[in-house]
């Protein structure tokens, strides 16, 4: 058994988070730092083309949260499935999906992933078996569970992600789907990123039960508060929850303790927080910057890291030269996809 | 190069703000993520972040300034190894190193062009073209007389025994045997893999269902009443109606939404409303509210077997009456076709689902008076079958519209909008609705009745429009 009885929703601050995680080894390391960093470099750049006018709409930047999705696809095998909201960009891209095709997608592009008529609220690839991109605040999570019901009825072994935020974490639907998924035992790992603000309202002011772990309580859900800015504690639960699912033990709950260092969207001018508290997290706990520091301290040169990091800068810049140079959607596009 | 710093436009409207502040001064060293201005603009005041790394070479926007247009050059970052002598270079190209290639306003432009000219032809998004009429039922093929009740189950029984992805899920449907037995059997023959008791959480089980389509299997969701439904509304037009469009073609969901729906009997306000309007308003949906027992079989068929999401409204009126239901292996009807129930000359009644008893009936009271009426049903309501409708206004030059909901924004104001862009000349009267009045349903029997569509006012408005 992974986890008994006894460790379901524990407080927080216990276990898990006490001991340090396993550590990574030098390439695990070298991976994390180049996903993330790939994340960190598109989100900038996506903040930049919007504040050009490049991109419509709505934009929720990922920055500061990246380990989160980059240690629990490091704890997936093929054909588990990922499904989120609408701040999705570091989901797809930990998925594998190609940044070209995700940033088409944000300035509304043919070669966007959904030929520019979902935008970057709304993608999704089959092929990387992620299913969304989702826009309404707690629909991904019955969504999700509904993806490893399907896992069950198949008899096939897949787990399905499901990630929502504090926020979402809220909304009636999130347990009427935890109800379901331990009553058929559906394997479901729910990721609740806990970034500590619902766009502008604090955890505290929105939320009953701060520790997230506990909101399977009523279920008999296991779950866990983990150091979401940790790569490798994220990693070391995501290996724990999805053995559990895999077993046939029903859903588990991760609460993952992070930080959004942007506003909530573009247009957020992030007055319900201070800058102070903003640039503590960035100085103290930043995941690149943990990852970073490991690989320097173990011989790995100030300038290997750079070519790193001029190597991501390539891709995303390809990705936006792309993006902005892509032809708009064909009119035709208007009237098709409806129906199939 | 010297990077440029533009200004940023901090909402989807902004268009200029102005620069209130400088947080770093020329030569001051900039790293990813510091704040560098803020900026005011018609909403609040933002901070500016810097994404590029180096030194501030040199404001071009002192603070203070008003009306800074979005995506004016406002100062410069050196990067590392620059220095200000390579600011001559830039300030020489005053073009943004990135300049964005498509503004907001003319990226609206080919949204208009895009929209076809209109010609009449409103349902563009339809998918009109490829259907079919009923197959032939062979001559000689035995009619069995059913109750839509096991039409229904039949229907589902096939579809099961057919194809292992598909399954049903609601409230009561399995152990219970349906509320309204219309799963009688099916757990007994399929187990409790393929028939799913759910516990009583509509919008929970509901996204359970699409995201089960989503992977790809093929899931009927049962609603006891479609009343109950509107908790599971974001689901089934957010998820279930949109995604298709949203992801490009590449993420359907092919799931049947089935129940009764509207009036009852004696059962109020929340458990009689009729949603054929609500759902048949959404692209992405199809509606289908058939009437005759064979139709009942014959759609639900194929709804099972259509890859996009259909709701399928029943009545449980309905479902205890009985008709002829062709004894086929396989007896699927084609979605989106009206049929003529009755033919006739003088006027036309269109209706759907219950609204047939009362066209039917008055068909029969209006022959009596040497009226003899046309009866389309439509049985879907998306995608509407217009061209059964306009010709039988055509030939008949009037037309009555007879549904148990409301009148307003509802199908037969659709219906009647069609007839006047497709056969305005052909009219010889005013289209005319009979439907349920606009009141919450009433409990009382006498309110009820008066509250529901009666045969008398359809022979009414069918004699009106008839000038009789």
Redesign the interface.
């Known amino acids: 058994m992974v986890a008994s009885k006894k460790n379901v929703a524990q407080p927080a601050g216990s276990d898990s988070k006490s001991q340090p995680p396993p550590s990574f080894t030098r390439e695990q390391d070298l991976h994390a730092l180049r996903e993330m960093l790939l994340i960190r470099r598109f989100e900038?750049?996506a903040?930049?083309?919007?504040?050009?006018?490049?991109i419509?709409?709505?934009c929720h930047l990922y920055?500061g949260q990246e380990a989160i999705v980059v240690g629990m696809q490091m704890a997936l095998g093929e054909g588990d499935?990922v499904?989120t909201g609408y701040r999705d960009h570091g989901h797809m891209l930990a998925c594998g999906m190609d940044a070209k095709g995700v940033m088409a997608e944000l300035t509304?592009r043919r070669g966007?992933?959904?030929?520019?008529?979902?935008g970057s609220m709304?993608?999704?690839?089959?092929e990387k078996h992620f299913?969304?991109?989702?826009?309404?605040v707690g629909?991904q999570?019955?969504?999700?569970?509904?993806?490893?019901?399907?896992?069950r009825?198949?008899g096939n072994d897949r787990v399905s992600l499901t990630y929502f935020g504090d926020g979402a974490a809220n909304q009636?639907?999130v347990y009427?789907?935890f109800?379901?998924a331990q009553?058929w035992k559906l394997p479901v790992v729910y990721i609740i990123e806990n970034n500590r603000y619902a766009m502008g309202t604090s955890v505290a002011r929105s939320s009953a039960q701060i520790d997230f772990s506990r909101r399977g309580v009523s279920f008999d859900i296991p779950g866990e508060q983990i150091d979401g800015m940790d790569v490798r504690a994220v990693k070391a639960a995501g290996d724990k929850a999805v053995k559990w699912c895999r077993e046939g033990n029903g859903p588990y709950i991760l609460e993952m303790q992070t930080y959004r260092?942007?506003g909530h969207s573009?247009?957020d001018?992030?007055?319900y927080r201070t800058?102070e508290e903003v640039d503590k997290v960035?100085h103290d706990q930043d995941p690149i910057e943990q990852v970073r520091n490991r690989l320097l301290a173990a011989k790995v040169s100030e300038d290997e890291l750079k070519k790193i990091d001029a190597k991501v800068r390539e891709t995303i810049n390809t990705a936006?030269d792309f993006a902005?140079?892509d032809p708009?959607p064909d009119?035709?596009?208007?009237?098709?996809?409806?129906?199939? | 190069m010297p990077i440029q710093v533009l200004m940023p436009a901090l909402s989807p409207t902004m268009e200029k703000g102005n620069l209130a502040k400088w947080l770093k001064k020329e030569g001051e060293t900039i790293r990813s993520g510091d704040v560098i201005a803020e900026i005011e603009t018609d909403k609040a005041t933002m901070e500016v972040e810097a994404t590029d790394e180096g030194t501030l070479g040199r404001i071009l926007v002192p603070e203070g300034t008003a009306d800074v247009a979005v995506n004016t050059p406002i100062a410069t970052i050196l990067a590392d190894g620059e220095s200000a002598a390579d600011l001559a270079n830039t300030d020489a190209k005053t073009q943004p190193k990135t300049e964005p290639t498509v503004s907001r306003t003319s990226s609206a432009a080919p949204i208009a062009e895009a929209r076809p000219a209109n010609e009449g032809k409103p349902m563009a998004a339809s998918p009109r073209p490829g259907i079919s009429e009923d197959p032939e039922v062979p001559e000689g093929t035995e009619m069995v007389t059913m109750t839509i009740r096991e039409a229904l189950r039949d229907a589902m029984a096939e579809e099961m025994r057919r194809d292992d992805d598909v399954f049903l899920m609601g409230e009561e449907v399995a152990e219970y045997q349906g509320a309204y037995k219309v799963s009688q059997g099916l757990l007994q023959e399929f187990g409790a893999r393929r028939v799913i008791d759910t516990p009583i959480t509509e919008h929970g089980f509901t996204g359970v269902g699409v995201g089960a389509a989503m992977a790809g299997l093929k899931p009927i969701v049962e609603f006891m009443t479609f009343n109950f439904a509107m908790q599971a509304m974001d689901q089934l037009i957010n998820s279930a109606a949109k995604t298709l469009y949203m992801s490009g073609g590449q993420m359907g969901c092919g799931i049947v939404f089935r129940g009764p729906n509207g009036a009852a009997a004696r059962v109020a306000a929340q458990h009689s409303q009729d949603y054929s309007a609500w759902y048949s308003q959404i692209p992405g949906l199809k509606v289908i509210a058939p009437y005759s027992a064979a139709d009942h079989k014959g759609l639900l068929k194929a709804a099972i077997r259509d890859p996009n999401p259909v709701i399928f409204l029943e009545n449980e009126i309905l479902y205890g009456h009985t008709g002829p239901v062709p004894k086929l292996d396989d007896h699927v009807l084609p979605i989106g076709k009206a049929r003529i129930a009755r033919t006739g000359q003088h006027v036309t009644l269109v209706s759907w689902s219950n609204g047939m008893t009362y066209a039917l009936k008055a068909a029969d009271e209006l022959a009596k008076e040497g009226i003899e009426a046309e009866v389309v049903d439509l049985r879907t309501l998306r995608p509407m079958d217009t061209d059964t409708i306009v010709a039988s206004v055509r030939k008949t030059g009037r037309a009555v519209t007879v549904e148990e909901g409301w009148q307003q924004s509802g199908v037969g104001a659709e219906i009647v909008a069609r007839i006047m862009e497709h056969a305005f000349d052909y009219l010889d009267a005013p289209v005319m609705r009979v439907s349920g009045k606009d009141v919450p349903m009433p409990y009382a029997a006498n309110l009820e009745k008066l509250a529901l569509p009666s045969v008398a006012e359809v022979v009414a408005a069918a004699k009106a429009v008839c000038y009789r």
């Open positions: 900038e750049k903040g930049q083309l919007y504040g050009m006018g490049a419509g709409g709505f920055i499935q499904i509304g966007g992933y959904s030929r520019g008529k979902g709304h993608m999704f690839s089959k299913y969304g991109g989702h826009g309404i629909a999570v019955s969504l999700g569970t509904g993806l490893a019901f399907a896992n009825y198949r009636g639907q009427e789907s109800n379901m009553l260092y942007r573009m247009s001018p992030a007055k800058r960035r936006a902005q140079n708009e009119a035709s596009e208007l009237y098709t996809d409806i129906y199939r």
